[in-house]
């Protein structure tokens, strides 16, 4: 076996056709280093139970980790596709650095979104893909957590501001700004209808239904109570080029550090 492999890690999702946002962004990290051993694994434990129950296990880190070292892989190279560096980054560090013993070189890139230019690349990616309509507002819904790393979305509502695009807003599910502060933005806005786009790479469970679900709790229920038409893209940004190409950076970086 080749001593060296890149392992792919994301959250992961157990929505059926989501999965490939995740495999068209492993695809273009594996194109970026053809002489790596490629793996796939997802940080999520339940994630991971739910498809191994369904019959498509995946690996988390540690199994991936400890099945590599025990094929004799010498140098890994792990990618995350994680959006921003919060918890699921953190873990994914912590496990790492349990294995480092078993390795001679063990290598984290960053997640997709840790600065400036990353900011700017996934503001511009937006705006190719969601150009602006008259009178519609074009609300993201990133994911968002208590963590320091959720600051990522307040930055990005900045690039968009300071592109002139003014018709974005950033809302995230779990952090801050939340859906009644960008709420609140839209009805002192003209707009009369609002696209819903989700900002994470798979249009997984938070983009199906807390975003574009029926229930009454749904951002998009939620927008129609308050008087807007609604219209919901359901693509994550693991299908775009612009996100891809911005993994593969991250992953040359760390190569070539
Ligand atoms: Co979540």
């Known amino acids: 076996m080749n001593d060296k492999a890149l392992l792919a890690v994301s959250f992961g999702t157990s929505v059926p056709g989501a999965e490939a946002a995740i495999a068209n962004m492993e695809n273009a990290l594996r ?44 140098d890994v190279l792990v990618q995350p596709t994680h959006l921003t560096p919060g918890d699921e980054y953190d873990k994914l560090c912590r496990i790492a ?14 997640p997709l979104i840790t600065g400036p230019e990353d900011l ?8 190719a893909h969601y150009p602006p309509q008259a009178g519609r507002a074009l609300l993201l819904m990133g994911h968002g957590s208590g963590h320091i790393a959720n600051m990522i979305y307040p930055a990005l509502q900045t690039a968009f501001r300071l592109k002139g ?32 786009a989700p900002l994470m790479l798979v249009a997984g469970d938070h983009a199906l239904n807390d975003m574009a679900g029926d229930e009454p709790d749904s951002w998009k229920s939620r927008l129609e109570n308050a008087g807007f038409s609604v ?3 359901t693509e ?9 190409a911005l993994g593969c950076s991250h992953l040359r970086r760390t190569e070539e550090a």
Not at 97 to 110: D, K, N, T, W
Not at 120 to 127: H, K, Y
């Open 31 to 74: 194109a970026a280093c053809p002489d790596r051993v490629f793996r796939r694994a997802y940080t999520s434990r339940i994630i991971c139970r739910k498809l191994a129950r369904e019959g498509w296990p995946v690996l988390s880190p540690e199994e991936a980790l400890e099945e590599l070292a025990a094929a004799g892989v010498r």
């Open 165 to 196: 695009a003014d018709y974005v807003l950033v809302g995230t599910v779990e952090g801050w700004p939340a859906f009644s502060d960008c709420l609140d933005q839209l009805r002192q806005g003209a707009w009369n209808s609002v696209e819903l």
């Open 97 to 110: 650095e349990g294995y480092r013993g078993r390795f001679s070189a063990l290598r984290i890139g960053a």
């Open 231 to 233: 219209c919901c893209r």
């Open 236 to 244: 994550g940004v693991g299908m775009w080029d612009e996100i891809c």
């Open 120 to 127: 700017n690349a996934v503001a511009d990616a937006v705006l």
